[in-house]
C-alpha cells in the first residue's frame, strides 16, 4: 500500500507572526518556517501505519519554493521514502495544490492521500476537502483515529459535541487533526540517511496546473490588543463591574 503525504513549508507555529505595514500579509522576512504541524502529524500517522506492515511505501509531496525541499527532507529524516517537490515561487491556493495533487495521485496510484486538516498558515481547511472532489474519492477529515482493514479505512473524526466514525472504501482521502498521534523527531542517524533519499523536482506547468490566484486578500489586520485586566477587592465589587461596566449579568 502507498501513501501520499502533502507537506506544507509554513511559519513555525512557535513564531509571533507580525502584519505587514502595508496590510497585504504577514512579513515573512527572517522567519523561521518549519512543516505544518498538521502535516507532522499525518508523516508520522504513515509510518506507523509502515510499522505496522499496512503500508509500504511513503511519498512525501511538497509544492513551495526550493526551501520547501527542507520540509520534504523533514518528512525523510522522519521515515518517509522519498519525495517530490513542486517547485514555484508564487502562491499557491488550495485548489491548484488540489490540481497538482490531483495529477501526482493519478500518476503515482496511492491508496490513501494522507493531509494535515489545515495549513496554520492561512487556515484554509480546503486541500483534503478539494482534493476528494476532484479524483472522486470517498474522504475522512479531522481524524482522530485511523484503523485500515480489508480494503476499508475506518476514520474516527472530532466533530461537535464527539466522535464520529465513518468506513471509507480505499482509496480515499484523509485529513489528520491534532489528537491523531504524537509526531516523533527525528533522530540524527536518520536525518543523515535522509538526505541520500530521492527528491524529484518539479513544476506546476509539468502537471499543466495554473497556479494564477483566484482570490484577492483585501488586508491583513492585527488582532485586537487585549486589555490589561484588575484586581478587584470583593465579591460585591466584581458583581457590580460585571453588571455595570461590563454588561455581562
Ligand atoms: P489548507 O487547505 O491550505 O489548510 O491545507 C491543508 C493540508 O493540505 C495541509 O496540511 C497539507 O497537507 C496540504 N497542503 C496545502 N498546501 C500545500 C502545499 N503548498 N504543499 C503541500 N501540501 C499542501
Redesign the pocket.
Known amino acids: 500500500m502507498k501513501i501520499l503525504v502533502?507537506?506544507?513549508r509554513v511559519v513555525d507555529y512557535n513564531v509571533k507572526v507580525r502584519v505587514k505595514p502595508d496590510q497585504t500579509g504577514v512579513d515573512l522576512a527572517n522567519v523561521k518556517m518549519s512543516m505544518?504541524p498538521?502535516?507532522e502529524i499525518?508523516v508520522e500517522e504513515a509510518i506507523r501505519l509502515k510499522e505496522k506492515g499496512v503500508a509500504t511505501e511513503i511519498i512525501a509531496?511538497?509544492?513551495?519554493p526550493v526551501q520547501a525541499q527542507e520540509t520534504i527532507r523533514t518528512a525523510l529524516a522522519m521515515g518517509a521514502d522519498r519525495g517530490i517537490l513542486v517547485q514555484t515561487d508564487d502562491t499557491?491556493e488550495?485548489l491548484a495544490?488540489a490540481k497538482i495533487l490531483k495529477a501526482i495521485t493519478d500518476e503515482e496510484n496511492p491508496d490513501i492521500v494522507l493531509?494535515?486538516?489545515?495549513?496554520i498558515d492561512?487556515?484554509?481547511?480546503?486541500?483534503?476537502q478539494m482534493l476528494a472532489a476532484l479524483l472522486d474519492w470517498p474522504q475522512g477529515t479531522f481524524a482522530s483515529e485511523v484503523a485500515i482493514t480489508d480494503g476499508k479505512a475506518n476514520v474516527t473524526r472530532e466533530v461537535d459535541g464527539g466522535l464520529q466514525t465513518v468506513a471509507l472504501q480505499l482509496p480515499a482521502v484523509i485529513?489528520t487533526d491534532l489528537r491523531l498521534n504524537e509526531p516523533r523527531y527525528a533522530s540524527l542517524p536518520n536525518i543523515m540517511k535522509a538526505k541520500r533519499k530521492p527528491i524529484d523536482t518539479k513544476a506546476p506547468a509539468d502537471y499543466g496546473v495554473d497556479t494564477a490566484p483566484r482570490l484577492e486578500v483585501l488586508k491583513v489586520t492585527e488582532p485586537p490588543k487585549r486589555e490589561a485586566g484588575i484586581k478587584v477587592e470583593s465579591v460585591a465589587e466584581l458583581v457590580a463591574k460585571l453588571k455595570d461596566e461590563a454588561g455581562v449579568i
Open positions: 502533502p507537506v506544507k505544518n498538521f502535516c499525518a509531496v511538497s509544492i513551495g499557491v488550495p495544490v493531509l494535515g486538516k489545515q495549513a492561512d487556515d484554509s481547511n480546503q486541500t483534503g485529513t
